[in-house]
C-alpha cells in the first residue's frame, strides 16, 4: 500500500517538475539581455558575440533550443555519438543508431555563461551551505516556536501568552530583508564588541595555517533572520492547534483519569496537535532554501542564494535556472515524504 502511494505521488511529482521546466524555460528566455554580450562585455566585436552564440547554441530557434534543453536534463536522451559529448554526458550507451546513441545519463544542467564551470559543480559547493543555513533555521524556529506555542496555551489569557502573540506579529509583520538590515546593524556593528559577530561572512574561511576551516559564528546571524518568521509562525500555528487539543473530551477523560499535567499536555495534547505544525514545518523548510537568496546577499554569505543573484545579474541563466530546478525538486520531494509521514504520525489518517 505504501509504495503504490509513494509511487503515485512521485509520478505527480515528476509531471509537476515537468511543468516547472517548462516555465523556467520559456520565463528566462523572455527576459531582456543578451547573455553573449554579458558574457563578451559591452565592446567586443560582432564576430565575437556570434561565436559565443554559437557555442551555447544561442542562435538556434527557442523551439530548438527547448528541445535541446529537455534532451540534456532527461536521464534517457538522444545524442550524437563523439566523444566530446562522452566526456560531457558521462552517459551509459543504451542503443546505437549509425552515429547516434540512445544513452543513461545524469540531468545535464549544462555550464555557466560566465565561468564555463559545469552548473551541477555550482550547485554542489553552494547548495549545502544554503542546506545547512536553512536547517539551522528550521530546527531553531521549530523548538523555540513549539515551545512558545505550547506555553502560550497552556497559560491562554496570561502575561506569557500575550508576550507571545505580540513576539509571534512582531515576526511575521518584518519582511526577511528588512529583519536581515537590522540584525546586521544591532548585532554585527552596534554590539559586535560584546556578541563577536560580523555584518559578513561566510560558513568557511580561510586560514593560512590551517586551510578552509568552519566559522560558525557568520552562521548566527542569517540563521537568526531566516528563522525568524516561521518560528513567529509556529508559535501561532502550535498555539491554535493546543488549544484545540485541550478542549476536546479525550483531554477531559485523561485529566479524569488523574494522568499528570507532563503526559496529558505533551503525549495527548501536542501529539494530536502535529499534524499543522508537521505541514508548517514541511513548507517552510523548503521556503527558506529559496528565501535565503535575500538574507545570504545581505550577509554576504557563500551559499546558493548569493551565487543564483550573482549569475542573474550577469545573465548566467544556466546557473539561475538550474538553481530554480533545484529548488523546486526539494520542494516536491519534501511534500512526498510528508504526505507520508502523516500516515505515521497520525494512525486515522490512511494512505489510499
Known amino acids: 500500500m505504501i509504495w503504490q502511494y509513494a509511487t503515485r505521488k512521485l509520478l505527480y511529482g515528476l509531471a509537476v517538475m515537468a511543468g516547472i521546466v517548462v516555465v523556467v ?19 567586443a566585436d560582432v564576430q565575437s558575440i556570434d561565436a559565443v552564440r554559437k557555442e551555447f547554441g544561442l542562435d538556434k530557434s527557442k523551439t530548438v533550443q527547448f528541445f535541446l534543453y529537455i534532451n540534456d536534463l532527461s536521464p534517457v536522451s538522444y545524442h550524437d555519438e563523439t566523444v566530446a559529448n562522452k566526456e560531457k554526458y558521462n552517459y551509459v550507451k543504451l542503443i ?29 559547493e553552494t547548495l549545502p551551505n544554503t ?12 523548538v523555540i516556536g513549539i515551545c512558545l506555542g505550547v506555553t502560550s496555551a497552556v497559560h491562554q489569557g496570561t502575561w506569557i501568552d500575550r508576550s507571545a502573540n505580540a513576539f509571534a506579529i512582531l ?17 554585527g556593528f552596534v554590539l559586535s564588541d560584546y556578541t563577536g559577530l560580523s555584518m559578513s561572512g561566510s560558513l568557511y574561511s580561510y586560514d593560512p595555517f590551517k586551510g578552509e576551516v568552519m566559522t560558525w559564528r557568520n552562521l548566527w546571524l542569517p540563521m537568526l533572520t531566516l528563522g525568524l518568521r516561521p518560528l513567529a509562525i509556529i508559535t501561532q500555528l502550535t498555539r491554535s492547534a493546543m488549544l484545540d ?35 508548517a514545518i514541511s513548507g517552510w523548510f523548503a521556503s527558506l532554501l529559496a528565501g535565503s537568496f535575500f538574507v545570504e546577499y545581505i550577509f554576504g554569505y557563500n551559499g546558493l542564494g548569493r551565487a543564483t543573484v550573482a549569475a542573474l545579474e550577469m545573465s548566467d541563466f544556466p546557473v539561475v535556472m538550474g538553481s530554480v530546478l533545484c529548488i523546486a525538486l526539494i520542494f516536491v520531494v519534501i511534500n512526498i515524504l510528508v504526505d507520508v509521514l502523516y500516515a505515521f504520525v497520525d494512525p486515522r489518517i490512511k494512505l489510499v
Open 245 to 279: 487539543a485541550l478542549s476536546q473530551d479525550y483531554i477531559r477523560t485523561a485529566r479524569a483519569k488523574g494522568l499528570g499535567h507532563y503526559a496529558i499536555v505533551y503525549k495527548h495534547a501536542l501529539k494530536n496537535a502535529l499534524n499543522p505544525i508537521i505541514t
Open 171 to 187: 515576526g511575521i509583520s518584518a519582511p526577511s530583508f528588512f529583519a536581515g538590515i537590522v540584525i546586521a546593524w544591532v548585532f
Open 96 to 124: 546505437g543508431l549509425n552515429n547516434h546513441v540512445l544513452v543513461l545519463k545524469w540531468p545535464y544542467l549544462r555550464k555557466s555563461y560566465q565561468t564555463k564551470r559545469d552548473v551541477t559543480t555550482i550547485l554542489a
Open 131 to 142: 542546506f545547512i543555513l536553512a536547517t539551522t533555521a528550521m530546527l531553531f524556529a521549530t
Open 25 to 43: 524555460f520559456v520565463l528566462f528566455n523572455i527576459l531582456p539581455g543578451d547573455p553573449a554580450r554579458m558574457t563578451m562585455g559591452q565592446r
